[in-house]
């Protein structure tokens, strides 16, 4: 049985916004002020995007910035404007402890955290090979530190993870980047440690991680049905080209999609993205061609079983 079918063909867009890996100079549309980040997240919310995935930047270089201070100046803001539901990384930077990677979300309680299910090389280092002038001396150094860097998820952080934000009513976008993250995820099922339904977002064609040949998206999503059955809710993204091609694969299959500035700087080929929502635009059509339609927050809370926007502490 197909997850769209089990849910009326209806397809939760999630959008991430800027992220950790994108610098500022690669894109001059990639949001980095609080101003940026809130004006993008509420269109790409009124385009479609049900669940605004947030991480925070320096708001002069543009670095990458897990401090609870980082997020404060945006996420009520952005509660107060949307109805869409938002989700604090725990991913953060590849670069930070796990114990930085939770404090915003650990302060913030929101309806929705994601959470890394594994340790994984994370290869940047090719995009140097497509842009070669920085503003800041740091965007360099974290491209060409990735020839040399494993991103940590170890069995004892994400424990740490869960014990941190579950007791505050926050459930996970576990994110998947391999096949082996789709064990460990059973494994913490097994121990009873997660709760159901697990919300999958399986990540295809980052170096390090799974590819996105077809056969790849197809690959985890079978071991995933296998492991979980109905008590999943998948989604995916696919890294640069990748993503609406891995998009449409996945409504085409039942599942839902995540889009966004932190995975995709562009809007097609040679063409960068203006904004996050042209994006959630793009993804939407894709789904309503194909005879679905895209969730609302309300839907998606509803089929994710979150607490609600009334009880999180922004």
């Not at 056969?215 to 049905?225: G, I, N, P, S």
Request: aromatic share 8%; proline share 4%.
């Amino acid at each position: 049985m197909s997850i769209a079918n089990e849910h009326s063909g209806k397809v939760i867009i999630t959008c991430a916004v800027t992220g950790a890996i994108h610098t500022p100079s690669m894109s001059p549309h990639l949001p980095i002020t609080p101003e940026e980040i809130i004006a993008d997240s509420l269109a790409a919310a009124e385009a479609g995007a049900a669940i605004l995935h947030l991480h925070a930047r320096n708001p002069v270089d543009g670095r990458p910035d897990q401090s609870p201070e980082g997020f404060a100046p945006f996420l009520s803001r952005i509660k107060q404007n949307t109805e869409a539901v938002v989700n604090i990384t725990t991913g953060g930077s590849p670069y930070m402890t796990v114990v930085e990677r939770a404090a915003p979300a650990a302060t913030y309680r929101p309806e929705l955290a994601s959470l890394n299910m594994g340790s994984m090389n994370f290869g940047l280092f090719p995009m140097l090979n497509r842009f070669k002038e920085f503003k800041h001396d740091w965007e360099h150094a974290h491209l060409e530190a990735s020839r040399d860097l494993v991103f940590r998820n170890s069995f004892q952080d994400i424990k740490y993870l869960l014990d941190t934000c579950y007791g505050n009513g926050t459930r996970f976008e576990f994110e998947c980047y391999d096949i082996s993250h789709l064990y460990n995820l059973s494994h913490f099922a097994d121990r009873g440690l997660v709760k159901t339904p697990f919300f999958v977002q399986s990540v295809f064609g980052l170096l390090g991680g799974i590819g996105a040949h077809t056969e790849d998206v197809l690959h985890m999503k079978r071991t995933a049905d296998r492991l979980f059955g109905k008590d999943y809710r998948w989604s995916v993204l696919g890294a640069g080209a990748n993503q609406f091609r891995v998009a449409a694969q996945s409504a085409a299959l039942g599942g839902n999609v995540r889009v966004g500035l932190e995975d995709n700087l562009w809007a097609g080929k040679g063409e960068l993205a203006t904004s996050n929502a042209v994006q959630v635009e793009k993804v939407r059509k894709i789904i309503e061609d194909l005879g679905l339609s895209v969730a609302s927050p309300t839907e998606a809370r509803k089929i994710l079983n979150l607490k609600g926007g009334q009880q999180v502490a922004f």
